[in-house]
Nanobody, 121 residues
Framework: QVQLVESGGGLVQPGGSLRLSCAAS????????MGWYRQAPGKQRELVVT???????NYADSVKGRFTISRDNAKNTVYLHMNSLKPEDTAVYYC???????????????WGQGTQVTVSS
């Protein structure tokens, strides 16, 4: 069994910063790409950023220059550093990871439970 556990969401004023964390645990054989997605009320889930096991990143245009993703492969953890937050960044943020777990010969797509980020004055 594999779990993704997120933390770090909350309420922040416009222009503020937050850091989200996502730790993968369980019967992991290999941890490939990880990333963050978000879903605002009434909207579809959208990509925020992904990072490969080698460190290559892919950011949504809306967050480039403001958000930074990083990962600690030794801890199976990915971080999202969010700066210059705007009200339109308000959403539930979901961690995502492609993982090969024990007993599988292929990668599976796992999701965290989501963490709320609210940007408001």
């Amino acid at each position: 069994q594999v779990q993704l556990v997120e933390s770090g969401g909350g309420l922040v004023q416009p222009g503020g910063s937050l850091r989200l964390s996502c730790a993968a645990s369980g019967s992991i054989v290999s941890l490939n790409a990880m990333g963050w997605y978000r879903q605002a009320p009434g909207k579809q889930r959208e990509l925020v950023v992904t990072i490969t096991s080698g460190g290559s990143t892919n950011y949504a245009d809306s967050v480039k220059g403001r958000f930074t993703i990083s990962r600690d492969n030794a801890k199976n953890t990915v971080y999202l550093h969010m700066n210059s937050l705007k009200p339109e960044d308000t959403a539930v943020y979901y961690c995502n990871a492609l993982i090969r777990d024990i007993g599988s010969f292929y990668l599976k797509n796992y999701w965290g439970q989501g963490t709320q980020v609210t940007v408001s004055s």
